[in-house]
């Protein structure tokens, strides 16, 4: 059986036209034809219930196979009961699940997409909270996903693990999957094998590399027998070169030669990060894209018939016909970028790139979700999970069209007046201020957030495209409304910084002391460019998220002496949850801010602030010429009041329901239009 990878090159008649002509050439992986190049990869939705796939899960994979992917590579099924990670995990070991994923790989092949799910086992890095189980790895190392240790493994224990990869691929087969593919990245169960540091065994499971690659080759092989001529087999690794234990590119590229030579594996995914270096794993805006480009272009070097995925930061069609057109890769793994927008590859393939709604590599709803264990969501596309009961990223027309006023051109009023009119409404938009996108532009002003500005552009030309009448620079009183006669309103004003100070670490002060001498600003205002600053800034951050934070990092860049106070035990606590917090505290340090954690300011003086320990109760004065606040925010929703009782339908939404952060906020705008 061939695999073949017949890219465009220059002088040859191509298969596929326009800007994405790699792109969009069709791709055959053992005898299954991908319509193009763009492959949905494997990462965990967590939405199981009850260890099964619902309706919940089978909408999200059908959503992305409607929108145009070529091949969807289905979350991580554990292989055995030691490599349960997540409560949305599916049921290990158990033929329970076949009829349920029959449902899921019919709905993926009705719309034209090639179908794996990949099998994992994640070795030292197990959760023992969710497992129950002790923790299974070559040589017993520690965990670097919780605080556990592992078992070294007996032969019969591998032995047990080799099946449980073979028999999840045979429920696979019988469950419609076109094949799998086996985890081997991220330093997980068979990366563990591979790598010396990790695998330390002196049996016929160590040692040599022989002996190293002996349970993987064990999996593919076997798989391959009882799966048949047909089954896809795939690999997944990873590039970590930040950590000398880590393997390298090259001892990657002897491994994967060595499968490949015996046929054992048919295209190969190339990721980044690891357990050592969790940050890297789904990359944040913190970093450069294209990060899986580099190992895909060293393993193209050795294989002579496997396709290789790049995968990592790839969030758009240009970034991929630029991998592609590189020759890093054969395919390339867009999956925030699906999240974001399902239907990024019909939109690509039509030659509306601009309509793409493109992901922000902010992580906070699809990682940050998923980090605390819950199922995945988008900030900018709060379908996301939602398909089953939304019906998709798609808008099903209202039965009757109402002439409809939103109010306020945040992330919350935008949502609103764009779905509405995708529903046929008559929309008015009237936004206070001169420019879209409110204080989530502001946002977009800070280091290397520019991706929130590209988000507002693309509101802006969708609004454009509906034909919804912008008003800018209208500031909109409840007798302008009434005067206006709207079927309905769409209350999205927003919220203010509250300008007392208050802090909820210290809630005895309703103010805070000294606030009345002035030169204490708002992070709106100093984002706003409307603070006039000294040379020293104090950055008081109970928020422990891009509010304070990103302001601080901006500050700094601009050459200011900074120091975050926060009540937090650490700074960008909140950013945790999006694996951006220690880049990002990696920054400031290099950049000289000072962090005073677990404290909070008794009083503002004319030499600084005065700081006070909440664990020791010490106080100590920070000089600073300016006191910027990032604390919470109070709701602007005096118009919805004040239109109370007039006679047409009200809806509160955004900051102006209650202050919050923008995932809710364009959430709140889609669930009001879906709605009207």
Known sequence: MGWESELPTPGRSMTATGAYPRLFTPASLR????????????????????????????????????????????????????????????????????????????????????VLQQLYHVGQHGDADNSWHPNWSPSGLPSYHDSDGSHAMTEAEIEQTIDGFVQAARRCRETGFDGVEVWAAYHGMVDQFWTPWSNRRDDRWGGSLENRTRMSREICTRIRKLCGDDFVVGLAVNDEPDFDVALSRESLAEIVERHERDALVDYITCGSGSYFDFTKLMPTFLYPERLGADLAETLKGVVRHALVTAESHIRTPDNAEAVLAAGQADLVSIVRGQIADPHLANKARDGRPEDVRGCLSCNQMCWGRRSRDYWISCVVNPSVGREWEWGGDRFTPSRAARRVLVVGGGPAGLEAARVAAERGHSVTLAEASGRLGGQFRLAGLQPRRAQILDLIEWYERQLARLRVEVRLNAYVEADEVRALAPEVVVVATGSQPAGDGFQRG????????????????????????????????????????????????????????????????????????????????????????????????????????????????????????????????????????????SGFAVHLVGDAAAPRQAAYAIHDGRKIALGI
């Open 31 to 114: 005898g299954h034809t991908l319509r193009n190049r763009i492959v949905f990869g494997a990462h965990t939705a967590n939405m199981a219930r009850d260890g099964l796939p619902d309706d919940q899960h089978v909408a999200y994979y059908r959503e992305r196979a409607l929108g145009g992917a070529a091949m969807i590579v289905v979350e991580p099924m554990p292989v055995h009961a030691a490599a349960v990670l997540t409560r949305g995990n599916f049921r290990h070991s158990s033929d329970a699940v076949i009829p349920h994923f029959r449902r899921l790989t019919d709905a993926v092949h009705e719309h034209g997409a090639v």
């Open 506 to 645: 210290l809630p005895h002060l309703l103010a805070l002391p000294g606030i009345e001498r002035g030169r204490v600003w708002s992070a709106e205002e100093v984002m706003g460019r409307a603070a006039g600053l000294g040379d020293r800034v104090v950055v008081l951050d109970e928020g422990g998220n891009w509010r304070g934070c990103g302001t601080a990092w901006k500050l700094a860049e601009d050459g200011k002496a900074v120091t975050i106070v926060t009540p937090d035990p650490l700074v960008a606590k909140e950013l945790q949850r999006t694996a951006a917090d220690f880049p990002l505290r990696r920054r400031l340090a290099q950049l000289g801010v000072r962090f005073v954690c677990e404290s909070g300011i008794l009083e503002w003086t004319a030499e600084g602030a005065r700081v006070v320990s909440f664990l020791t109760g010490e106080e100590a004065l920070v000089p600073a010429d300016d006191l910027v606040t990032a604390t919470a925010n109070r709701a602007e929703d005096g118009l919805a009041r004040e239109l109370d009782g």
